[in-house]
């Protein structure tokens, strides 16, 4: 449930990231770009801070957390360079 919850949040400040992309594009043509890899590295600090606390606080091993990691990063990361094509 917390993982769903966690994917919900990343979707929504993608939402919010290429929002803003959007809004400065007509001053600004590279903010949609900016917006994404801020967006990346947004959830790469969190994905990872996340990882961190599964390990040491909750008792999981690195080997146990680094499938949700992949997921938790992974599928956003990859919607945000996804839609840098469309």
């Known amino acids: 449930m917390r993982s769903l919850?966690?994917?919900g949040v990343g979707a929504l400040l993608l939402?919010?990231?290429?929002?803003?992309?959007?809004l400065f594009q007509a001053e600004w043509p590279q903010a949609p770009a900016v917006a994404?890899?801020?967006?990346?590295?947004?959830?790469a600090a969190l994905t990872l801070f996340n990882l961190w606390v599964g390990v040491s606080r909750a008792g999981?091993?690195?080997a146990e957390e680094l499938p949700i990691f992949l997921?938790?990063?992974?599928?956003?990361a990859a919607l945000a360079l996804g839609l840098v094509r469309a």
């Open 36 to 43: 994404r890899a801020a967006f990346i590295a947004a959830r």
């Open 5 to 7: 919850q966690f994917l």
């Open 60 to 62: 999981y091993t690195l």
């Open 71 to 76: 997921g938790l990063f992974g599928l956003p």
């Open 15 to 22: 939402a919010a990231a290429l929002l803003l992309g959007r």
